[in-house]
């Protein structure tokens, strides 16, 4: 479980986050929504060492985690699939994956065998540069990578970012899967409210760097003023 309370981050004289407190609780997937420039991108980053909170603190398990550099979190559990899809093109999609287990430490065969069992287009392709991959497929890459560090919790990053509806819904029903059946924390940030709020648990709405809803995410999706207000559905 994930507990962050009156988290505050910016960017010199801007800030992004006021005081966002939240709970995303052990085999479920919380979305956290809102429009562009809520500030979920500085969420996902603060939380995961990337960006430096000014005040506020971070929980995962029960560890106090608020000062720990991104490249360490790993190893407690937490992996962070950014915004973008970022893959190195000129490797191939198993040495992708590999690295993702190497920020844990080690490789392990089995890994790379559930991962390719997860995404079987990553099966049929792990010896290809993943420069070749679609934009679904390198989406798959980029959770697999995360997935080889064997983490507690998943942070997403606008997984459905440009891809289409039915590649969206395979790679969320996928999700949904690790949670259900492996009890994998999840916390997706998605723009793409109506999606994320089908395949959530709970939802947490974000404006100006401010929680301004958090409830599950039936009683959100049902919300009329609140879908009209800040969610764009
Ligand atoms: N690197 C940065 N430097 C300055 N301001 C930034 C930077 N990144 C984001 N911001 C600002 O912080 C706020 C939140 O942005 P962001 O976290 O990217 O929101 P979202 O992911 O919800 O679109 C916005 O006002 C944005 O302009
Ligand atoms: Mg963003």
């Known amino acids: 479980m994930l507990t962050i309370t009156e988290l505050t981050a910016g960017y010199g004289p801007i800030t992004a986050l006021r005081g966002v407190t939240l709970t995303a609780e052990q085999g479920r997937i919380t979305a956290v929504l809102g429009a562009n420039g809520a500030g979920k991108t500085t969420l996902l980053r603060t939380i995961s060492g990337l960006h430096r909170s000014t005040s506020g603190s971070v929980t995962l398990d029960g560890s106090t985690v608020t000062r720990v550099p991104a490249e360490k979190m790993p190893a407690l559990g937490m992996s962070h699939v950014p915004e973008g899809r970022g893959v190195i093109t000129e490797l191939t999609v198993e040495e992708n994956l590999r690295l993702g287990g190497l920020a844990r430490g080690r490789v392990k065969a089995d890994d790379l065998t559930r991962i390719y069992s ?86 947490i709405v974000l404006n100006l760097g401010q929680v301004v809803a958090d409830d599950s995410a039936a009683t959100l999706a049902a919300d009329d003023q609140l879908r009209h207000a800040y969610l764009g559905f």
């Open 118 to 203: 997860l995404f079987p287009p990553l099966d049929e392709r792990r010896h290809v540069a993943a420069a070749t991959l679609s934009g679904g497929e390198r989406q798959m890459l980029v959770i697999g990578r995360a997935l080889m560090a064997r983490p507690t919790l998943l942070l997403l990053d606008e997984p459905s970012l440009g891809l289409a509806p039915r590649i969206v819904t395979q790679i969320f029903e996928l999700l949904k899967g690790l949670v259900d059946n492996e009890g994998l924390t999840v916390l997706l940030v998605e723009q793409n409210a109506r999606s994320a709020l089908s395949v959530a648990d709970h939802g």
